[in-house]
């Protein structure tokens, strides 16, 4: 079993839909959350970060985490098709750990006109 | 500020012959993260680096790779005696230390085509 798991996709959308990505992680010791979005031939670009259970909000973007069931999820509301791109969560953990970052597979997301 | 700079961004190399890709973290940044990225595959971890000290290289394969982040000058991932499956792009990050970090700030990659 992977220790992160992101469902590939692709994901095609009309734009303005509200866009729902989704994984989920196996290894208790993630402590820290995050979604990347990377353009094609492009490095990944940090979106959101977060290290609780909760949501948080930037602009269009809403981060969620639930630790008890190991699930986080990004929605992109009013999507664009600038915002076509894929979309990777990461996991991240504590303690000697630190500095390594766990990816999911990717979610190809097109949002058409 | 110049972000994290990769060179080259495109390398072809022969089977057998040596890869060197370089990385110069962002300003500030003392921490470097190198990833490697299969086609149809997410970013793998291969090694976390600071000044004159590997960290983690948990993610490097036993064989034929090395990485280095000298006291002066950029780090280097070094792939010897390519193969065809060394073929990916690969992907350095900085960050500030550790306990000051929200995240990596990524370069936009070497793709290294082994023929």
């Known amino acids: 079993q992977k220790e992160v798991e992101q469902d590939p996709g692709p994901l095609s959308v009309p734009e303005g839909a509200i866009v729902s990505l989704n994984c989920t992680y196996s290894n208790s010791a993630f402590q820290y959350f995050m979604w990347y979005r990377q353009y094609s031939r492009k490095g990944p670009e940090l979106l959101m970060y977060t290290y609780s259970s909760g949501n948080k909000e930037d602009g269009r973007f809403t981060a969620q985490v639930d630790k008890s069931s190991k699930y986080i999820s990004l929605f992109i509301r009013d999507s664009q098709p600038s915002d076509s791109a894929t979309y990777l969560c990461?996991?991240?953990?504590?303690?000697?750990?630190?500095?390594?970052?766990?990816f999911g597979q990717g979610t190809i997301l097109t949002v058409h006109p | 500020n110049a972000g994290v700079m990769q060179n080259p961004r495109h390398l072809v190399r022969r089977r057998g012959q040596e890869a060197r890709l370089r990385c110069s973290p962002m300003k500030g940044h003392s921490h470097v993260y190198w990833y490697r990225q299969l086609p149809e595959e997410g970013l793998k971890f291969m090694v976390y680096l600071q000044k004159e000290n590997i960290i983690d290289e948990s993610g490097m394969p036993k064989e034929r790779f090395s990485a280095e982040f000298p006291k002066e000058g950029p780090s280097i991932l070094r792939i010897q005696q390519v193969v065809r499956g060394d073929s990916a792009a690969y992907f350095c990050?900085?960050?500030?230390?550790?306990?000051?970090?929200?995240?990596?700030?990524f370069g936009s990659g070497t793709r290294l085509t082994v023929v």
């Open positions: 990050a900085s960050s500030p230390p550790p306990a000051m970090s929200y995240g990596y700030t």
């Open positions: 990461a996991d991240q953990a504590g303690g000697t750990s630190y500095g390594k970052l766990t």
